[in-house]
């Protein structure tokens, strides 16, 4: 089925190491996005993509890079995780007219750093 | 700046009870306006959407109507049922015609609903 797919779905990691959360979508869209979920804190921006080759920050970026690859991948990395990175994390996608479709999100990347 | 304010859950509800779950916005210009669900364990879905004022977006029972005069786009459910039970986004998008969109969420609402 055509989405977003992410990788992997559970990670445990201990504090200070280090690892890349994937995300890929076979849609074609231009815009990606990288989002936290924490209790009551709803959806938090951490960095996002308008095209192939652009990045920008979003709400919380500290403690997170990102990688386009390509037009269909998009990757955050966490260099030396922390506990409070314990979250779930959603890759979302966009195409021209967001206005229109609103964004396609993946199910989900559940890490929790002890 | 733009921004969504959903209703605190969380709300518990009977079967077959009605449901709405308040939005309001703010945002310049026109803005494009989404409801998103999220099952237990899953990513977000786009439940039903409205990109203009006075419109109606429906989906599975689900409605929302646009209401500029009010900056509303509250969630109605005639009688709902235990597998609605779910964590409901509200979102905007700005809608100014730039190539890159940018939803912006309010913090979700819980439902559960009790057989």
């Known amino acids: 089925n055509a989405g977003v797919t992410q990788t992997p779905k559970f990670q445990v990691l201990k504090t200070g190491q280090s690892m890349t959360l994937q995300c890929a979508q076979d849609?074609?869209?231009?815009?990606m996005y990288w989002y936290r979920q924490d209790p009551g804190m709803g959806l938090r921006l951490i960095y996002y993509?308008?095209?192939?080759?652009?990045?920008d920050k979003g709400e919380v970026p500290n403690g997170y890079n990102v990688s386009r690859l390509n037009k269909r991948e998009f990757s955050l990395r966490l260099e030396s995780a922390a506990p409070s990175q314990t979250s779930v994390y959603f890759c979302a996608s966009g195409g021209q007219r967001v206005s229109n479709y609103g964004y396609t999100f993946g199910s989900g990347t559940r890490l929790t750093v002890v | 700046g733009d921004s969504v304010t959903q209703m605190e859950g969380p709300v518990t509800l009977s079967e077959e009870a009605f449901l709405t779950i308040n939005c309001t916005y703010t945002a310049t210009g026109y803005p494009s306006l989404f409801w998103y669900v999220q099952y237990p364990g899953e990513g977000l879905q786009l439940l039903l959407k409205?990109?203009?004022?006075?419109d109606k977006g429906s989906n599975k029972g689900f409605e929302a109507t646009y209401r500029k005069e009010t900056t509303s786009f509250h969630l109605e459910k005639g009688s709902v049922q235990v597998s609605d039970s779910a964590v409901y986004f509200c979102a905007l998008d700005e809608n100014r015609g730039s190539t890159l969109g940018r939803l912006y969420f309010g913090r979700g609402t819980q439902l559960t609903v009790w057989p």
């Open positions: 409205a990109t203009k004022a006075d």
């Open positions: 993509s308008a095209s192939e080759g652009t990045t």
């Open positions: 849609m074609n869209h231009n815009s």
